[in-house]
């Protein structure tokens, strides 16, 4: 079948496959607590059966919000960060043109750079534009301001009535400052599950309605998701969400306390973004944990190679491998070959960056570095939708070997209280005088 595969044998003699499959009992327990909800954090377990349960309507009707905000506005603005952000981003970038003269869809909100966001209203002086506003709780910081921010600038230039026909939130379904917006207002809205966190929500309207204003094809990423989510619900040898859930855990135990998610196409750089917030928010806690970290190769072969060859040896790493690449460039040959690279002529762009995926490979092997490798055929919204629902799957898993509680980020809230006490916010009178002291 043409789907995403997982290769987990060259691990550099760092674990065996019995010392993987030593976590077979365990994995396949926590297969079942994800499916009968039996497991910590049980609560947040809507993410797991999300592709399967979307309906063509709900497909058809974000199509169709989409379409009005396309047609009516030069540019949308998604406000949103981290779950709320991460995941439209990832798929968005990994669809569009690089060079493309213009986006659709332009993010805000993801932080408060105060030029990033003078930039944009500059950027958008010019023009007609909408704004999709993401937030789950309602109450996040950073979103707060830009749409503050946007929503004010767009009622100026075209009142109020109009804005608001360009304006859609996605939120909680009856809690939070911008579901009251939202009603007041009158804003068309969607609602992000109670049982889905943010960042396993990238199948809910909080990304497809960002990447279906983009362009691209919601249904067929929600169908890749859904071939994923058949073949990891059951444990089994032939289950690669649990066998990425296992290796990563051998690997950790072993003493590999860092995961490089390694991408080799730079399309897949904002898909690592994601990644790290899935694992990082996920398994992070109770002083444990495998550190997600990510680079672009051969980008970052230039920069953080020689660390990867020759520093602690407390790494490995996760490659995506795409199989095809869309375009094809072929290397020209030269009459003068001064710079020696005929003998390269005739190949490939893509023939050449596989060579060193493959040289790498075997450097880092050598180097004691393990590898695991996840092939993806192409570059497509329904290879896109399997890997996310890969990683998921694979992260709940995983958290559950982990013995941790996959689906909450008490650690998140830390410098949210801290921010807060320092600008004074009404209620942290206590925490503001406490902090003071401290600065
Ligand atoms: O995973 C999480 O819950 C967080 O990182 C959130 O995604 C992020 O803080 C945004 O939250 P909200 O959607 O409530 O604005």
Request: aromatic share 8%; proline share 3%.
């Amino acid at each position: 079948m043409n789907s995403i595969k997982l290769e987990n044998k060259n691990l550099a003699g760092v674990v065996t496959p019995e010392q993987i499959s030593a976590y077979d009992k365990v994995a396949t327990d926590a297969i079942y607590q994800i499916e009968n909800a039996t497991g910590e954090g049980s609560d947040f377990l809507g993410w797991a059966h999300l592709p399967s349960s979307i309906t063509d309507a709900e497909i058809e009707d974000i199509n169709n919000t989409a379409k009005n905000l396309s047609d009516n506005c030069d540019v949308v603005v998604a406000v949103g960060i981290g779950g709320s952000f991460l995941g439209a981003k990832a798929v968005n970038e990994a669809l569009s043109d690089a060079f493309a003269t213009s986006h659709k869809v332009v993010f805000a909100g993801q932080n408060i750079g105060e030029d990033y966001l003078s930039q944009l209203l500059n950027f958008l002086k010019d023009k007609t534009y909408g704004i999709i506003v993401i937030s789950k709780s309602g109450t996040t910081t950073e979103p707060a301001i830009a749409f503050r921010l946007f929503r004010e600038n767009l009622e100026k230039k075209l009142g109020k009535a109009e804005a608001s026909k360009r304006i859609v939130a996605v939120t909680d379904a009856s809690k939070g400052a911008l579901r009251k917006m939202a009603d007041t207002e009158g804003w068309k809205t969607y609602i992000i599950p109670d049982n889905v966190g943010g960042r396993f929500s990238v199948l809910t309207p909080v990304g497809l309605l960002p990447i279906a204003v983009a362009g691209f094809d919601i249904k067929a990423l929600v169908e890749g998701a859904r071939a994923m989510e058949m073949t990891t619900m059951k444990p089994g040898a032939d289950n690669i969400a649990q066998t990425y859930a296992m290796t990563r855990n051998a690997l950790y135990n072993a003493g590999k306390k860092i995961e490089i998610l390694v991408n080799y196409n730079p399309r897949l750089h904002y898909f690592a973004e994601w990644w790290k917030q899935l694992y990082g928010e996920s398994e992070g806690k109770d002083g444990k944990g495998i550190f997600p970290t990510a680079v672009d190769f051969s980008t970052d072969l230039h920069s953080m190679g020689q660390w990867i060859q020759e520093g602690e040896r407390t790494i490995f790493e996760t490659v995506l491998s795409v199989e095809c690449s869309d375009n094809t460039v072929v290397i020209p040959s030269d009459k003068d070959n001064l710079d020696g690279l005929n003998y390269i002529a005739g190949k490939r762009v893509d023939e050449v960056n596989k060579m060193a995926e493959l040289g790498t490979r075997i450097a880092h092997v050598d180097g004691g570095v393990p590898n695991i490798r996840i092939t993806i055929p192409s570059i497509n919204e329904k290879h896109l939708g399997e890997l996310i629902y890969f990683f998921e799957r694979a992260c709940g898993i995983s958290g559950y070997i982990l013995c941790i509680n996959p689906f909450n980020q008490p650690g998140v809230e830390a410098y949210k209280r801290n921010m807060f006490a320092l600008l004074e916010k009404p209620g942290y009178e206590q925490q503001t005088a406490e902090i003071k002291k401290r600065i």
